[in-house]
Structure formats: structure tokens, C-alpha cells
């Protein structure tokens, strides 16, 4: 099997008219029955459009690009222009239902991440879909912190950069102190000396990566 499994016709996502990109580990044809986790990734509002390539610029697809191997499925889904994920969530659930019926997936460890655009599109899905996800990692972005009872026990990772001219870190500080006054003790990093782009530091981070596969959706 390719390492890549890409399109600009969106075959297996036809239905839903979009553009995406699928990574598959090294070792995912070696064994039928095994299910892998996947890995969700919201790309930001430069990446919209209909060349899939431009996923490739950022996240967890840009780090699989250059070399680096996951133990994991990786989708992207491309948002389509002159819209914004938090208005396409049909789309990214679509997207997963999608990949579910091609790859084998494990249903207890699918995961969201997403940057700025993306990471608002991260808060929103997840409450919407609370249980259809294992753990999220919103970076930089945001959301309706009064609707947050859903993630009570979510598991998250949240980063934003001190220096974020864009997207405010105000954002998240928000969204982390509802969180904790549902008792959900999620995890926060201000990258310091970052500025909106903090996701490439983040995305690098082997511990990132970790914390996540180790999470795991309760039946």
C-alpha cells in the first residue's frame, strides 16, 4: 500500500465533495485484523480550496512529508473556499464515517486536532460529537466556552502562542478556565516566545504524540 493515499477527486469522499489526504503507517498491510487509531487534522483558512497539496504546508501531514513516521491513520480533510470548519462539521464527521468504511480503524482511539481555523473547528466539533472522540488537541483557536459541559471528561491538549497577533491567546485562556471549573483538567502550553504559528513547535513534540495514543474512548 501507498504511504499516501491522496486525491484531487475525493473518490472515497465523493458524497461530500471535498478534497483530502490519508496517511497510512509503515506496517498497516502486514496485519488484516489489526485496527490502527486515527488521527483527525483541521488545516487553516490559507489552506482552503480545492489543491490538496496545500495540506501538506502545516500540521502533522507537513512533519509525515518530510519523513517523519506515525503510528497512526492520519486524515485531513481540505475545507472548501469562502467557508470555515465550524460550519462544515457534516463534513469532517462525514470525512471520518468515510475512512472508517475504507481503512480499519479503531473506533476507542480517533482523535482531533486542528490550527487556528482548525482549532476552533476542534472545540466546536468535539462538543457537538463528544462521543465520537478519544482526546483533542485544539491549537490556537477557540470556541463557546458555555457549551463546554460536553467535554467535562474529555481528555484535551490545548497550545497557543504568548505572542499570537491573529488569533489572541485570550482565546484559549477562556476555554481552559471553563474547563476547570467543570473539574476537566486539561492540559495547556503558551509557547512563549511563538506567535500564531506555534503549531509547527507543537507538532514536533514527540511527547504530544504520546499523550495522545495513550488516550482512549470509554465504551
Not at 113 to 141: K, Q, Y
Request: with cysteine; net charge negative.
Amino acid at each position: 500500500m501507498e504511504k499516501w493515499d491522496q486525491t484531487d477527486q475525493a473518490v472515497q469522499l465523493k458524497p461530500l465533495g471535498i478534497n483530502y489526504r490519508v496517511y497510512v503507517p509503515n506496517g498497516y498491510e502486514h496485519d488484516a485484523d489489526q485496527a490502527w487509531p486515527l488521527v483527525v487534522f483541521l488545516q487553516g483558512a490559507r489552506q482552503r480550496g480545492n489543491n490538496s497539496g496545500l495540506l501538506e504546508e502545516h500540521g502533522p501531514l507537513k512533519e509525515a512529508a518530510g519523513g517523519k513516521e506515525f503510528p497512526f491513520l492520519l486524515l485531513a480533510p481540505q475545507c472548501p473556499e469562502d467557508t470555515v470548519w465550524i460550519m462544515q462539521k457534516d463534513i469532517v464527521i462525514g470525512s471520518i464515517r468515510s475512512v472508517q468504511r475504507e481503512y480499519r480503524v479503531d473506533p476507542l482511539r480517533i482523535y482531533l486536532t486542528g490550527i487556528s481555523m482548525g482549532g476552533f473547528g476542534t472545540w466546536e466539533i468535539a462538543m457537538e460529537h463528544p462521543d465520537l472522540f478519544a482526546a483533542i488537541v485544539p491549537i490556537c483557536g477557540g470556541g463557546m466556552s458555555w457549551r463546554l459541559s460536553n467535554l467535562q471528561h474529555m481528555p484535551i491538549w490545548t497550545f497557543h502562542g504568548a505572542k499570537d497577533e491573529i488569533v489572541p491567546i485570550g482565546y484559549t485562556v477562556e476555554m481552559m478556565r471553563a474547563l476547570k471549573a467543570l473539574g476537566n483538567q486539561a492540559l495547556f502550553t503558551v509557547l512563549p516566545g511563538a506567535g500564531h504559528d506555534c503549531w509547527t513547535e507543537s507538532y514536533r513534540r514527540d511527547d504530544l504524540y504520546e499523550w495522545l495514543l495513550k488516550q482512549k474512548r470509554q465504551q
